[in-house]
Nanobody
Framework: QVQLVESGGGLVQAGGSLTLSCAAT????????MAWFRQAPGKEREFVAG????????PFADSVKGRFTISTDNAKNTVFLRMSSLKPEDTAGYYC????????????????WGRGTQVTVSS
């Protein structure tokens, strides 16, 4: 079992930066592939970025490539999503998820989820 708690969301102006954190409790954090998803009002939840526990590969959604980075601190059982050059269209609830296996853009393959943190980007 893994419990996930996100933090770091807030209100930021377009062009600004935010770093989201996701703290995990439970065993063997380093064995889990971690991912961030987001959901804007009236839209489907979408994949943002992930990082593989086994290979370290980190795919990103096309909409955030070059602006967002993802990293983990295994000593602190935490995954980070650093977001820069934020745009109003990045406004959404951001959710951390975990699974064992490769990074997937399919949210239904992730059994563990946090409750989310809101990011609002003003124009």
């Amino acid at each position: 079992q893994v419990q996930l708690v996100e933090s770091g969301g807030g209100l930021v102006q377009a062009g600004g930066s935010l770093t989201l954190s996701c703290a995990a409790t439970g065993r063997a954090f380093s064995r889990y592939t971690m991912a961030w998803f987001r959901q804007a009002p009236g839209k489907e939840r979408e994949f943002v970025a992930g990082i593989s526990a086994s290979t370290g590969s980190a795919p990103f959604a096309d909409s955030v490539k070059g602006r967002f980075t993802i990293s983990t601190d295994n000593a602190k059982n935490t995954v980070f999503l650093r977001m820069s050059s934020l745009k109003p269209e990045d406004t959404a609830g951001y959710y951390c998820a975990a699974r064992q296996g490769a990074v997937s853009e399919n949210q239904y393959l992730y059994p563990y989820w946090g409750r989310g943190t809101q990011v609002t980007v003003s124009s």
